[in-house]
């Protein structure tokens, strides 16, 4: 039997893991931009969920956040 320590390997390197907690933080401010604009009451309607920041700048965002994360996940570091 041989008594050698086995080192447990990631799956990614530092340097993905750190693209993909910024690629997640990314995503969450996209889906914190898209909240909002709804009434308090039923019967009125609020124009303020077709706003420039809920349409286009938090999907966009979202979007961008995903392709973050595909890119760290697909990030292959050099090894020596």
């Given at each position: 039997?041989?008594?050698?320590?086995?080192?447990?390997?990631?799956?990614?390197?530092?340097?993905?893991?750190?693209?993909?907690?910024?690629?997640?933080?990314?995503?969450?401010?996209?889906?914190?931009?898209?909240?909002?604009?709804?009434?308090?009451?039923?019967?009125?309607?609020?124009?303020?969920?077709?706003?420039?920041?809920?349409?286009?700048?938090?999907?966009?965002?979202?979007?961008?956040?995903?392709?973050?994360?595909?890119?760290?996940?697909?990030?292959?570091?050099?090894k020596a």
């Amino acid at each position: 039997m041989k008594n050698e320590e086995q080192k447990q390997e990631f799956l990614f390197d530092k340097i993905n893991y750190k693209i993909l907690l910024i690629g997640i933080g990314v995503i969450a401010l996209g889906f914190i931009l898209m909240s909002g604009g709804g009434s308090n009451d039923p019967k009125v309607f609020s124009e303020a969920i077709f706003d420039f920041r809920r349409i286009r700048l938090a999907p966009t965002t979202v979007l961008i956040g995903f392709g973050i994360t595909v890119y760290a996940i697909l990030k292959n570091p050099k090894k020596a």
